[in-house]
């Protein structure tokens, strides 16, 4: 937020050198602002509570982006904040921009030319006038006069500065570095196809399992490490989760560990029935092994990395169960198995856990729901309002972690309603580590869990035509549980349908039960942060919430 706006007959504003040095007594130079013409309001939401009126001092506010932050786009971009009054007109670099009602302002405007890096904000409210001149960098453009440096040059590539080091000899280091993920039943060591940010969180691994090391970059900031999975298998984690033991003291870009890989022979694979689950057991030598876990609609498949000696297996349990049907195994290769968990159901939710030489491979069974017309009843259900840490903040300041917070109390009491034991992540404005979240769901041993967001843009993105609500989800199983929420938002809410889509997201990579994160409106968009001030549209994000729990659950009882 900047500060430097002048009312009235204030003096100017002394922005970088604008202004020379003054020259013997003189009185304030008077603010020079032109006629401006309103701009014209986006018409009203019809679900959308009407904005309110405010008629406060003319004051600039601009929320985003702030004094001398670099954007990250060069050819258009949002600036919005708040006048302190809805009856101004505003002009921002030339623009005529829309204020609504409660002095909230949402400009799209051409970036700011490098010759000008800042946008000049003009406004006015009867006789009251405005002037803020906000600096900002913009992103530099690529340099196009060395051919050394133009991309896609085949003929002289530029050096990467992501440059694998290899590791000369054979080096297998143990992951799970103690502070790199929370200390639970959870904790693992995340690995991806390839370095840097943007990359698939693919593998979970166990803490204590072995890798041969194969080499060292760095890439979006981060200084990753190349593993071996298999022979046939590569993977990256980032260095942080290689144990301390492993890494050299006097050479820090180099490793040391054992030469010879871990022997993991496998031996007779149980499966034992239980009333809320079904234990696959997968007995072993040696370190945990590296794993990956995939779904389709009636199977989970648990493909085992660095593993000889896998017997093959096909089963059924005794007596025949009514959601487990059976379990085989591919012909074992050289250095890896799969098995293949088979359903006659789709996958509700699982957990791998490794003790004492076996990991165990737990299918949750879904819960017993009896009836439809009440699906929720008995179940235990973990709402997470979302942030802090960080979160959007709207045009007038209103942050999303707070208004989130009252839409969690409200489904809380929605689903209390509804003979539901309700976990909540967080009461108040307390910060509640992204990881622990969905930790503290498995501990309550919830039925879903639910994280309630409020949305806003990167940079480069037409707020004005993107805008909607939006289901997230990270695991396949999580996706009906998706689906059932999105149309009920759409129906709450009235906005924009912008689907349901996975994301790479920390808060719905519990595996035990489905889980959802929810961006029921744009925060930063004038209307809808007003909406999000007033409890009957707080009211109506909740009940979409609960809709969808109940529409899912009910579909799992209209199933034999």
């Known amino acids: 937020m900047n500060k430097w706006t002048i009312r009235g007959l204030a003096s100017c504003v002394a922005v970088a050198s604008a202004c020379g040095p003054a020259r013997g007594p003189s009185a304030p130079a008077p603010v020079v602002v032109p006629p401006l013409v309103p701009a014209p309001v986006p018409a009203p939401n019809a679900k959308l509570p009407p904005v309110p009126e405010v008629r406060g001092p003319l004051v600039i506010n601009v929320q985003y982006p702030k004094p001398e932050q670099m954007l990250t786009v ?22 005529a921009v829309p204020v609504w009602p409660d002095g909230a302002f949402m400009g799209w405007l051409p970036v700011p030319p490098d010759s000008a890096p800042r946008y000049e904000i003009l406004a006015r409210s009867g006789a009251e006038s405005a002037r803020l001149v906000l600096p900002i960098r913009v992103p530099p453009l690529p ?19 992501d440059t694998l080091l290899p590791v000369p000899a054979n080096v ?18 995340i690995a991806r196809p390839a370095p840097g940010n943007g990359q698939e969180y693919k593998w979970f691994l166990f803490p204590g399992t072995v890798v041969k090391t194969t080499g060292s970059v760095k890439a979006s900031g981060d200084d990753f490490v190349r593993i071996q999975l298999d022979s046939v298998q590569d993977a990256f984690v980032l260095r942080s989760e290689v144990e301390a033991r492993n890494i050299s003291t006097t050479a820090p870009q180099t490793f040391v560990g054992d030469s010879l890989a871990p022997v993991r022979r496998i031996g007779p694979v149980r499966v034992v029935p239980a009333p809320e689950w079904i234990d696959v057991i997968v007995p072993m030598t040696g370190p945990p092994p590296p794993y990956l876990v995939e779904e389709t609609d009636r199977t989970i498949s648990l493909l085992l990395y660095g593993v000889m000696g896998a017997p093959v297996v096909s089963m059924m349990a005794e007596p025949v169960d009514p959601y487990f049907n059976s ?6 290769e ?22 004492n030489g076996e990991l165990t491979f737990r299918v949750r069974r879904p819960p017993r729901i009896a009836d439809a017309a009440s699906p929720l009843r008995g179940l235990t259900i973990t709402i997470d309002p979302g942030h802090p840490p960080a979160g959007a903040t709207g045009p007038t300041g209103l942050y999303e972690g707070d208004a989130v917070l009252q839409v969690g109390f409200k489904v809380r009491d929605l689903l209390v309603q509804r003979g539901v ?104 968009m004038p209307d809808q942060e007003a909406a999000l001030r007033n409890p009957t549209f707080q009211e109506a994000y909740a009940t979409a919430i609960v809709r969808g729990l109940e529409t899912y659950f009910a579909s799992l009882a209209q199933k034999p």
Request: proline share 8%.
């Open 421 to 524: 034991n309700v976990v909540l992540t967080r009461t108040g404005p307390e910060a509640v580590d992204l990881g622990l979240r969905p930790i503290i769901s498995r501990r309550a041993n919830a039925h879903a869990f639910v994280s309630i967001h409020l949305n806003a843009f990167p940079d480069g993105v037409n707020p004005f035509v993107n805008n909607g609500s939006l289901t997230l989800y990270f695991w396949p199983h999580s996706i009906p549980l998706g689906m059932a929420t999105q149309p009920a938002l759409i129906a709450e809410m009235g906005l924009r349908d912008n689907g349901t889509k996975f994301q790479n997201l920390a808060v719905a990579r519990g595996t035990w039960m489905p889980s959802i994160l929810t961006e029921g409106a744009f925060v930063i």
């Open 143 to 161: 340099d196009t006069t060395h051919r050394d440096k133009v991309l896609g040059d085949t003929l002289q590539p530029p050096p990467s500065p």
């Open 172 to 189: 297998y280091v143990t992951l799970g570095a103690p502070g790199a993920a929370v200390d639970d039943t959870d904790r693992v060591s």
């Open 327 to 332: 379990i085989s195994s591919s012909t074992p």
């Open 74 to 95: 060069r050819d258009s971009n949002f600036i919005f904040g708040n006048v302190g009054t809805g009856a101004a007109a505003l002009r921002i670099n030339g623009v």
């Open 334 to 355: 050289q250095s890896r198995v799969r098995y293949t968990i088979n359903l006659n159901r789709a996958p509700y939710g699982y957990l791998a856990l490794w003790h």
